[in-house]
C-alpha cells in the first residue's frame, strides 16, 4: 500500500517520498532586485537536508512590479539565474528536487507604483485601483511567462509549477469578479493560463512534468465553486499541466471577505474532487502537519503528494521526523543520524 514515504515518479520527476514543500513566500527584507540570496540558499537547502521529496521555490514574478512586495523574487533578468541556480545544485546535493513557482500578483502588487490587472477593480478599499491591461499587454504578459521559465530551466529546475491560485494575475483572469474584460480574455476567462501553460511548455524539456497551482473554489459570493474549477482545470490540462495543487481563496481571497476552512485537511476533499474528475495526479496542501493525517491522504488516494507549508517553516525537518513517527525508513543525513533513530 502507498504511503507518505513511498517513491514518486512523473515524467522525468522522480521524488524519493511524497513530500512536498510548498512555495512560501520570504518576503524578505534583505532581497534585492529580486535576486535569491543567503536566507534563501539557507531555507531551501535546510528543508532538503530534511528529507523533503519536493522543494517548490516561493512565488517568483515575470517583472518587478508583478511581485507582491519589492522583496519578493524575479526571474525577469538573466541576472537572476546564478542565485537560484546555486540553490538548485545544493538541494540537488541533498537528494531533494527542486521547482519554482512562476507568478504575476496583478494587482495584489502591493508596492507597485500603479498595479495591472484584467480589469480595473481593487482587491479591497485600502489597496490601489489596478490598471486594465490591453489585449496586445496580456499577449506580452504571456511572453513574460515564457522568457521567465525558460531562466528558471536554465537555472537546473526539476519542475516548474505556475501560479494559478490565491487571487494573483492568472486567477484574477479565471474569476468572474475580477475579469470584466470584453475582449477574448474575458470571452474565454481561461485563455490567459491556457496561453501561459503552453508558453512554459515551449521552453521545458519535454520529459519535465508541469504543474499548475489553482484555486479550487473561492470562498465568496459570487465566486465560482469546484464544478467551475474542474471546468477550467480541464482546459488548463488540455494544455499541458501534468499535475495540479490545490488550494483554495487562501490567504489571498479573491475578494477581501470570504474565509476559507481552518480545520485539518480542509482542501483535500477539493484535491480529491479535482483528481476524480480529471483523472490527474494531484499535490494536497492545507493543515496537513499532522504525520498520521498527511500519511492517510496518500493512503486513502485524496491526493498523490502532501504539501506541509507553515509545518516546515516551524521544522526543516518535518519529513525526517513524521518518518519516525511514522516507523518508515527514511535516509537521515549521516551526521543526524542519531537525531532520527530507526525501529
Ligand atoms: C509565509 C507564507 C508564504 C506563502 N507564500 C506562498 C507563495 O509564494 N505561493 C503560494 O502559492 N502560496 C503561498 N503560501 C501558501 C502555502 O503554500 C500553503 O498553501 C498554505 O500555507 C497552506 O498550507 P499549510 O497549512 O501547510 O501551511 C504561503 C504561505 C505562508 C505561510
Known amino acids: 500500500m502507498k504511503h507518505l514515504f513511498t517513491p514518486y515518479e512523473i515524467k522525468s520527476l522522480s521524488l524519493k517520498n511524497r513530500v512536498v514543500m510548498p512555495p512560501m513566500c520570504q518576503y524578505s527584507v534583505t532581497a534585492k532586485d529580486g535576486i535569491a540570496n543567503d536566507w534563501h540558499y539557507t531555507h531551501y537547502v535546510s528543508r532538503a537536508v530534511g528529507g523533503a521529496g519536493l522543494i517548490i521555490i516561493e512565488m517568483t514574478d515575470v517583472e518587478p512590479d508583478g511581485r507582491i512586495t519589492d522583496y519578493d523574487l524575479g526571474l525577469w ?15 540537488h546535493q541533498h537528494g531533494a528536487k527542486i521547482g519554482i513557482q512562476i507568478a504575476h500578483a496583478g494587482r495584489k502588487a502591493e508596492d507597485a507604483e500603479l ?29 513574460k511567462f515564457r522568457l521567465a521559465v525558460r531562466r528558471a530551466v536554465q537555472a537546473g529546475v526539476d519542475t516548474i509549477e505556475i501560479h494559478g491560485a490565491h487571487g494573483y494575475l492568472i486567477h484574477q483572469f479565471v474569476s468572474p ?12 476567462r481561461a485563455l490567459f493560463g491556457t496561453e501561459v501553460i503552453k508558453a512554459a511548455k515551449s521552453e521545458m524539456p519535454a520529459h519535465m512534468p508541469l504543474i499548475m497551482r489553482i484555486s479550487a473554489r473561492e470562498y465568496v459570493e459570487g465566486g465560482y465553486g469546484i464544478n467551475e474549477s474542474i471546468a477550467f482545470a480541464k482546459e488548463f490540462q ?12 487562501g490567504e489571498g481571497q479573491i475578494a477581501a471577505a470570504g474565509r476559507p476552512g481552518t480545520h485539518a485537511g480542509y482542501q483535500v476533499p477539493l484535491a480529491r474532487a479535482i483528481k476524480e474528475a480529471l483523472k490527474v495526479p494531484v499535490i494536497a496542501v492545507g493543515r496537513l502537519d499532522d504525520p498520521a493525517l498527511a500519511n492517510s491522504v496518500i493512503g486513502n488516494e485524496d491526493a498523490d503528494l502532501v504539501a506541509v507549508g507553515r509545518g516546515m517553516l516551524r521544522n526543516p525537518y518535518w519529513a525526517l521526523e513524521a518518518a519516525t513517527v511514522l516507523h518508515k525508513e527514511i535516509d537521515a543525513p549521516r551526521q543526524y543520524e542519531r537525531g532520527f533513530p530507526r525501529d
Open 115 to 143: 498595479p495591472v490587472a484584467p480589469s480595473a477593480i481593487p482587491f479591497d478599499e485600502n489597496s490601489k485601483t489596478p490598471r486594465a491591461l490591453t489585449t496586445e499587454e496580456v499577449e506580452q504578459m504571456v511572453e
Open 238 to 249: 488540455e494544455a499541458g499541466v501534468d499535475l495540479f495543487h490545490i488550494s483554495a481563496g
Open 177 to 188: 469578479l475580477t475579469n470584466k474584460r470584453s475582449d477574448k480574455y474575458g470571452q474565454d
Open 77 to 91: 533578468s538573466d541576472d537572476h539565474i546564478p542565485a537560484l541556480a546555486r540553490i538548485v545544485d545544493a538541494v
